[in-house]
Nanobody, 128 residues
Framework: QVQLVESGGGAVQAGGSLRLSCVSA????????MGWFRQAPGKEREAVAS????????DYGASGQGRFTISPDNAENTVYLQMNSLKPEDTAVYYC?????????????????????WGQGTQVTVSS
C-alpha cells in the first residue's frame, strides 16, 4: 500500500506563490506515475499535472498550464507542485495521486480514474 501525504497548502493573496509537497510513506520508485489534481467546491476533480518517473516527462491539465510546475525529488520520495501567479479561481483542495497506468509507455494520464493511490488533500485558498 502506498501512502501519500500532501503539505504546503494555505492562504495566499492573488499573485502569490505556494509550493505543495507530496511525500510517499513508502518508496514510489516502482510506480511510474504521480500527479496533482484539485477539486473546488461544487466542481469535479480536475487534473493539474502529472509526471512519468521513467523518463521525466511532465504533462499539464488546462488548470496547470503556464503557471504551475511539477517536479520530483526521487531521493526524498517527494513530488512538488510549484504554483505561481495564483488566482482566486485556483482555490481548491489539492490532491496528490500515484498510479501504475501509463499512456503508450511514455507518459502519464491526466484522468483521476487511472490513479490507484490518493492523499488526503491540502487546502489552497487564494484571496483577491
Amino acid at each position: 500500500q502506498v501512502q501519500l501525504v500532501e503539505s504546503g497548502g494555505g492562504a495566499v493573496q492573488a499573485g502569490g506563490s505556494l509550493r505543495l509537497s507530496c511525500v510517499s510513506a513508502r518508496s514510489t520508485s516502482n510506480i511510474p506515475c504521480m500527479g496533482w489534481f484539485r477539486q473546488a467546491p461544487g466542481k469535479e476533480r480536475e487534473a493539474v499535472a502529472s509526471i512519468y518517473f521513467r523518463n521525466g516527462r511532465t504533462d499539464y491539465g488546462a488548470s496547470g498550464q503556464g503557471r504551475f510546475t511539477i517536479s520530483p525529488d526521487n531521493a526524498e520520495n517527494t513530488v512538488y507542485l510549484q504554483m505561481n501567479s495564483l488566482k482566486p479561481e485556483d482555490t481548491a483542495v489539492y490532491y496528490c495521486a500515484a498510479g501504475w497506468t501509463t499512456i503508450g509507455g511514455y507518459r502519464c494520464p491526466l484522468d483521476t480514474i487511472r490513479y490507484e493511490y490518493w492523499g488526503q488533500g491540502t487546502q489552497v485558498t487564494v484571496s483577491s
